[in-house]
Nanobody, 123 residues
Framework: QVQLVESGGGLVQAGDSLRLSCVAS????????MGWFRQAPGKEREFVAA????????QYADSVKGRFTISRDNAKDTVSLQMSSLKPEDTAVYYC????????????????WGQGTQVTVSS
């Protein structure tokens, strides 16, 4: 049974930093590209960042480029999202997701999803 468990969310102020983590189990982690998505109230789920299976290549949404960094540790089956210079518009539930082999920004391509962690940024 595949599980993706996110952690690290919380309430922060604008300009603060936060680090999200996602631990995977039940799959061969190094076979999966990993992504982070987010969904704000009343909005559709949107792509945030993705990392290839080896960690060699990354991809970011324009809205977070230069502020967020995605990374992975295949020895620990973990993917992280370091978020800095947070803005109120970053408020959302953040989800990690796993896609077999291919890094992509398309949510429909992802095979497995976590339950999400809430990030709230106050102004």
């Amino acid at each position: 049974q595949v599980q993706l468990v996110e952690s690290g969310g919380g309430l922060v102020q604008a300009g603060d930093s936060l680090r999200l983590s996602c631990v995977a189990s039940g799959l061969t982690f190094s076979n999966y590209a990993m992504g982070w998505f987010r969904q704000a109230p009343g909005k559709e789920r949107e792509f945030v960042a993705a990392v290839s299976r080896t960690g060699a290549s990354t991809q970011y949404a324009d809205s977070v480029k230069g502020r967020f960094t995605i990374s992975r540790d295949n020895a620990k089956d973990t993917v992280s999202l370091q978020m800095s210079s947070l803005k109120p518009e970053d408020t959302a539930v953040y989800y990690c997701a796993a896609n077999y082999m291919v890094r992509t920004d398309m949510a429909l391509k992802y095979n497995y999803w976590g339950q999400g962690t809430q990030v709230t940024v106050s102004s």
